[in-house]
């Protein structure tokens, strides 16, 4: 099952994650970091399919997986 990490704080909405999910299931949330930027949030983690394009193309290191 994976688990998915966002550090809030990190995000910048950048949104890169979001066009690289093949399954669509990172969007971006209501809920605003210290920043000012809405983060990204996930909607269904059981449909993760580990490819870790949100892992990899985040320029902010934001987005941490785990294969539990
Ligand atoms: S690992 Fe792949 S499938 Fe899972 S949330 Fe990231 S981009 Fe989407
Ligand atoms: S790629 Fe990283 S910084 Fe950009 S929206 Fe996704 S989590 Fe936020």
Redesign the pocket.
């Known amino acids: 099952m994976?688990k998915?990490f966002i550090e809030k704080e990190y995000c910048k909405a950048c949104k890169i994650?979001i066009e690289?999910?093949?399954?669509n299931?990172?969007y971006l949330s209501d809920s605003v970091n210290s920043k000012g930027y809405n983060i990204v949030e996930?909607k269904d983690e059981s449909k993760?399919?580990?490819?870790?394009?949100?892992?990899r193309y985040c320029p902010e290191f934001a987005?941490r997986?785990e294969d539990k």
């Open positions: 994976p998915i994650c690289f999910c093949p399954v299931i990172l996930v993760c399919i580990l490819c870790y394009n949100c892992e987005i997986l």
